[in-house]
């Protein structure tokens, strides 16, 4: 399930500052961009597919989350493979995404943290300048 | 007979020369053209951000060399040809190109895990170059494409079907591979915002060496849509060391939660 930070689904009020420009498509087409979502669960499954890879968190009271993220050519060439996420496979993680503006239990990964504190996360890409 | 022996050297020193007063200097020549043989960066469109990873304590950040997927400056490209940012279509055309474009989410096949065709999967990740034919290999989002183009002087099939990537010779002028491809299938554009084409479309495709690198140039030609031959911007591929991987499946699962047709940017 996805464990629900502070007891509710936290919609953060403060603007996204990643605008994600998604090789497949529009981000602002279906994720909210203003709004940062943070989803605590347990990571079930990694579908390493194109155009996006999706991370499958379960619920328990919350039912069945997807996040989807950047293509597997993107994750690839900044060093990352599948591995990266399906080692936590079975195990709690923390996901920070824009939630589908259609208000499914659907999202775009910005951020994975791992139970040892390990984490993943989307900067801009000025960031390694 | 040592000016007989050495008189293929002479010619290959002379071609160098030529070559590099062209386009720079050329590194590799094979039967007496450039060697474009090599793996070429990734040219593909990819978000352009950077992956910040936090590893016990430690963090790094790193980002993707997007320079393969980006149109140069001609001026700032020897032997790049003068280009145009846009195709003109036939005045009876323009509102079908802007109404495509538009829709862009809902009429663009690549959207759909679709091949993109020639030219718009772009320049490929491989270039195998021998004496009588090239091959390209391309790694895609909908898949693995390659291309098998005869340099033998042979002209085009006239008994083949059309197909994504088209029916493609190609032949040497100077120290420029040009490759012409036709017969395609109708259903793929030639560029993001809603350059259809017809069954008449002809690809001619430029490839050359500046330095190490590879420039690709493109122009297409199709009388029936457009007003006169378009010529897009160079590219300019870095070599890579990153071998080329299998592509995973394509499936579409995005398009029941889009609330707009906004673009989508891939190409």
Redesign the interface.
Known sequence: MPKIINGSLVLAAVFTT?V???????T???FDVTHKITISGTLTKVD?????I?VFMDGKTEGAWKF?S???????????SRADFAKAIGQPVTVEGNR???G?R?GYLLKITYA??????????S??? | MKLRSALPTLIVLAMAASMAAQSGPVTNIKGGHPDLSGTWL?S?????????????GATS?????ASANQGAAPANVPGARPSQPAPVYKPELRAKVKDLADHE?KTDEV?Y?GKPGTPRIGPPRRIIQMPNEVVFLY?D??GDPYRIIPTDGRPHKTDGNPTYYGDSVGRWEGNTLVVEATNFVDSTWFGEDGYFHSDAMRVTERFWKNGTNLVYQVTVDDPKVLMSPWTMAPRVVKPST?PL?E????????AK??????????R
């Open positions: 990643i994600l420009v998604s090789a497949h498509h529009s602002t087409a279906e390493w597919v194109n155009p996006h999706v989807e950047n293509p597997p050519a993107w994750f690839r060439r900044v060093g990352v589908a503006k259609d499914s659907y040892d504190g390990n984490s993943l996360e989307l900067v801009p890409p960031s390694d300048r | 990734f593909i469109g990819l978000p352009p951000l950077a992956i910040k990873k936090q590893t016990n950040i790193k980002g993707i060399d989410s959207f895990c790694e989002i909908s990153e991987e592509s995973p499946k394509c499936t579409e699962a995005d939660l889009l609330v707009n047709d906004d673009h989508h940017g891939q």
